[in-house]
């Protein structure tokens, strides 16, 4: 288990505290739509963290070529029709080039700076030239108004319970997940970034914002900062 992380629940629990039974309940959302319509139809795709395939699966549906990465075996079980690879995001190598690297999930809000500098670093280094990278950032009121639920349309409900701060620009955050037959919880590290401190972060590595794609600003499309 990563240092701040845990989850509890039915089933394999995962060293970033992710629950692999609850991930495989969770809708996609219209994440897949907003991923589509940003990238050039058919192009491969480097998904990091790509869990039990919540995303994956809708984007080879719309014909995408997807390699599949997450740090959880289990994880990886659940994913059908791409090519998979089980390790640490931030230490990946695979000596190739993809036309879109994907870091969602709010992975960019590693409470540990090191590892999202590995973590954008390993997007730079899977870069083709000409790609870009999909980063998904939190909503800026994400760690405040707590607590916060929302009620799934299918019947269950996502509540952040609490942030709190543990030092050094970081939070622990509580999120509780309640279903008719079972609850999970999960507890993480995060660091919030403001507009500035993220693109200052993409700054580090290379990278600048090229457009964001939601209102929200939650989801951004990064380019070479030198392109």
Not at 37 to 57: D, K, Q
Request: proline share 5%; aromatic share 6%; glycine share 12%.
């Amino acid at each position: 288990m990563r240092s701040g992380h845990q989850g509890t629940g039915p089933g394999a629990i995962t060293p970033d505290g992710c629950a692999v039974e609850l991930y495989s309940r969770l809708p996609a959302g219209g994440e897949p739509d907003i991923i589509a319509g940003a990238v050039p139809a058919g192009a491969h795709i480097l998904e990091l963290g790509c869990g039990v395939g919540r995303m994956t699966h809708p984007l080879l549906e719309r014909g995408f070529t997807v390699t599949a990465v997450d740090e959880s075996a289990e994880m990886l079980d659940r994913v059908r029709g791409a090519r998979t690879i089980c390790g640490a995001i931030e230490d990946l190598d695979l000596g190739e080039r993809f036309d879109v690297v994907l870091l969602a999930s709010f992975l960019v809000h590693s409470g540990d700076v090191e590892v999202r500098r590995g973590l954008l670093r390993t997007c730079v280094r899977h870069l083709a030239d000409g790609g870009c990278v999909l980063i998904q950032r939190e909503g800026e009121d994400y760690h405040t108004g707590l607590p916060r639920e929302r009620v799934d349309p299918s019947g269950f409900t996502v509540r952040i319970a609490s942030s709190e701060p543990v030092g050094d620009g970081v939070n622990s955050v509580r999120a509780e997940y309640e279903f008719p037959d079972a609850v999970w919880t999960q507890t993480f590290l995060a660091r919030p970034l403001t507009k500035e401190q993220f693109e200052g972060a993409l700054a580090e590595v290379g990278l600048r914002v090229d457009k964001y794609l939601t209102d929200e600003r939650i989801w951004v499309r990064a380019v070479p900062a030198a392109g």
